[in-house]
């Protein structure tokens, strides 16, 4: 929940290295596909449903991607990965304002607590204040955790689990063709036959204007 609520409501995600135009030289393009290309990948597997999922990607130059906004630097903005990448984003953003409302009611609650305890301790005539308010905030930052929830839940959902795959998973094609470059620039990523091809990667969501 708390790597969910710092996606969310965390700073705006950070781009990779500046990409070559295609019209650079292609020593230069070739280098930057060798330090973005992918390298790496790490999968999980739903036992449910048989279903794959890529969760972070590893490049070429040792960065580790878990957001695939970050890629959007790296491709063109009409790619599979670009529209995944911005799919994924516009999830996050539906999680956001829960996580937003949970964190400031838990932190709220736990405020409570922590005054309440000190009152407490305190042993004076303030005892028994204290303790109303130890109890009142346990029951505000309790409440705080369902908002937390259902921000945690659509932020590592289905949809978001959807196009992270997919970006991953389209990323180094969209590459090649950001670059104009190919697979013979000296390798293709160790876990291609995971990631392409596959019936369980879903289809590009559609072009926006």
Same mark, same amino acid.
């Not at 739903?46 to 990607?57: A, D, P, V």
């Not at 004076?124 to 945690?152: Q, W």
């Given at each position: 929940?708390?790597?969910?609520? *710092?996606?969310?409501?965390?700073?705006?995600?950070?781009?990779?290295?500046?990409? $070559?135009?295609?019209?650079?030289?292609?020593?230069?393009?070739?280098?930057?596909?060798?330090?973005?290309?992918?390298?790496?990948?790490? +999968? =999980?597997?739903?036992?449910? %449903?048989?279903?794959?999922s890529l969760t972070w990607l590893e490049l070429g130059d040792g960065t580790r991607v878990e957001d695939p906004q970050v890629l959007l630097t790296a491709v063109d /903005? !009409?790619? /599979?990965?670009?529209?995944?990448? +911005?799919?994924?984003?516009?999830?996050?953003?539906?999680?956001?304002?829960?996580?937003?409302?949970?964190? %400031?009611?838990?932190?709220?609650?736990?405020?409570?607590?922590?005054?309440?305890?000190?009152?407490?301790?305190?042993? @004076?005539?303030? !005892?028994? &204040?204290?303790?109303?308010?130890?109890?009142? *905030?346990?029951?505000? #930052?309790?409440?705080?955790?369902? $908002?937390?929830?259902?921000? #945690?839940?659509? #932020?590592? *959902?289905?949809? &978001? @689990?959807? &196009?992270?795959?997919?970006?991953?998973?389209?990323?180094?094609?969209?590459?090649?063709?950001?670059?104009?470059? =190919? =697979?013979?620039? @000296?390798?293709? %990523? %160790?876990? =291609?036959?995971?990631?392409?091809? +596959?019936?369980?990667?879903?289809?590009?969501?559609?072009? +926006? @204007?």
């Amino acid at each position: 929940m708390l790597a969910a609520l *710092g996606m969310g409501c965390g700073p705006a995600h950070m781009g990779l290295r500046p990409v $070559p135009e295609k019209t650079a030289p292609l020593a230069d393009r070739q280098r930057a596909f060798q330090d973005l290309r992918p390298v790496h990948s790490s +999968r =999980d597997e739903s036992g449910s %449903t048989g279903r794959r999922s890529l969760t972070w990607l590893e490049l070429g130059d040792g960065t580790r991607v878990e957001d695939p906004q970050v890629l959007l630097t790296a491709v063109d /903005p !009409s790619s /599979p990965t670009a529209r995944y990448a +911005r799919s994924y984003g516009e999830v996050l953003a539906k999680a956001r304002p829960w996580l937003g409302v949970g964190a %400031t009611v838990v932190g709220t609650g736990a405020g409570m607590m922590i005054y309440g305890l000190g009152a407490f301790a305190s042993h @004076d005539r303030y !005892s028994n &204040a204290g303790l109303l308010s130890f109890v009142v *905030g346990a029951g505000v #930052a309790l409440l705080g955790l369902i $908002p937390s929830v259902v921000g #945690a839940a659509i #932020a590592n *959902g289905a949809s &978001a @689990d959807k &196009a992270r795959t997919g970006a991953f998973a389209s990323y180094q094609q969209s590459l090649e063709q950001r670059l104009d470059v =190919d =697979d013979t620039a @000296d390798g293709r %990523t %160790t876990d =291609d036959e995971d990631v392409e091809g +596959r019936s369980d990667v879903p289809s590009p969501p559609s072009r +926006r @204007d």
